[in-house]
């Protein structure tokens, strides 16, 4: 996702943008695995959403902290800001989802698209308007996401909305931070699946994006920014704050995947990536000079970047298309090796027409529209430090 449009300051994480751009390809790469077969493996392409929370912790603090302790950004501010650059390509992608889903009553019939048996359509129709979609506000959690992959949004927005209390009252400590990512690390880890408490936390979606997210600030605290703390914060010295996080974050999961999974830590690899791939790549990237820093920063990727958003929600619609055109029209005739390749083409191209001509206008034109609306909500009841 691009910040041009949030309020960043001048010195723009460029790195990030590529990052950003290359986890949405990695995502859409997870979901066309079947497609590109075996020439383009990716089953495990879903730890990369854990890489967008990463980069959202770090957003979070360069773009918005020091607004926030300096008392230049309340949070109906806050709000506006995010919801319009998170709702209206998601409304637009929700009425896309609803015309892909009457094609699939169409091609399919009734008993396949009607397989979910969760609350009424109105319903999740309205908690998909609202990006409460994933709020453990029913019980069928992943049919009530219409486009699937916008699961996301719920949790991206919880801990936005956590992440700026917390910082507005000086209590967002490195101190804090280890803790939160230990405890959700053990929560996503260790709580059955089908316990009351894991029902309500989004069928363990919440803890798990808190654990990158919470990386995400700690790494821009520790090792991107060590010399500029915020305001009150306990800050404590990188060794102990980021190897005691990360410490901790490996215990966690050494002890989940013996007593739960009955297996050895490397056997589920990609949690590994979320703990220590991940940081590492990202802080490589963020170091000037380095080869990741130019990499992530080229001119292609940094567009990849400003069109991840789009290239994030669009894909599911855009595979049932070209899969079903392929099937009827051509008679399954394309091989992966041609479907593949020409879904990319398709995907890059479509994000592209959506971010010029749907996602930028949309959110120059919603955002008065949110901070009229969230500052009359909020009017004379803004959090007091």
Excluded at 46 to 65: K, Q
Excluded at 178 to 200: D, E
Aim: aromatic letters at 14%.
């Amino acid at each position: 996702m691009s910040h041009a449009a949030t309020g960043e300051r001048a010195d723009r994480l460029s790195a990030l943008d590529g990052l950003r751009g290359m986890a949405a390809l990695g995502v859409a790469f997870h979901h066309t695995g079947p497609m590109f077969g075996r020439f383009l493996p990716m089953t495990c392409g879903w730890v990369f959403v854990d890489l967008f929370f990463l980069i959202s912790g770090i957003v979070m603090m360069h773009v918005y902290e020091s607004k926030i302790v300096a008392g230049r950004l309340s949070f109906s501010e806050f709000l506006a800001h995010r919801f319009a650059r998170l709702w209206p390509l998601h409304a637009f992608m929700l009425l896309v989802t609803a015309l892909v889903c009457l094609a699939r009553l169409h091609f399919s019939g009734l008993s396949e698209a009607a397989r979910s048996s969760g609350p009424a359509p109105l319903y999740t129709f309205f908690l998909n308007l609202s990006l409460l979609q994933c709020a453990g506000l029913s019980r069928n959690e992943f049919w009530n996401s219409w486009n699937g992959i916008a699961w996301s949004l719920t949790p991206e927005l919880l801990l936005n909305g956590v992440w700026f209390y917390f910082v507005f009252k000086r209590r967002l400590s490195s101190v804090f931070l280890v803790a939160s990512v230990a405890v959700s690390a053990f929560l996503f880890f260790n709580l059955p699946w089908k316990s009351p408490l894991v029902g309500w936390l989004q069928f363990i979606t919440l803890p798990r994006c808190a654990v990158s997210f919470g990386l995400g600030c700690l790494l821009y605290r520790h090792l991107y920014r060590p010399g500029v703390p915020a305001a009150g914060t306990n800050r404590f010295p990188l060794s102990a704050g980021w190897a005691g996080g990360l410490a901790a974050a490996l215990l966690v999961a050494i002890q989940l995947n013996e007593a739960r999974w009955h297996s050895p830590i490397f056997a589920d690899w990609p949690y590994l990536a979320i703990f220590f791939l991940f940081p590492l790549v990202v802080h490589g990237a963020l170091r000037q000079g380095t080869v990741l820093n130019r990499l992530f920063s080229s001119r292609p990727l940094t567009f990849l970047g400003a069109i991840s958003y789009s290239v994030y929600l669009c894909q599911l619609q855009l595979l049932f298309v070209v899969e079903e055109t392929n099937r009827r029209l051509f008679h399954s005739a394309l091989s992966p090796v041609q479907l593949g390749p020409i879904f990319l083409v398709l995907l890059l191209v479509t994000a592209t027409v959506l971010y010029r001509f749907v996602e930028v206008p949309l959110r120059k034109k919603t955002r008065p529209v949110f901070e009229a609306l969230f500052g009359g909500v909020f009017a004379g009841r803004e959090p007091m430090a």
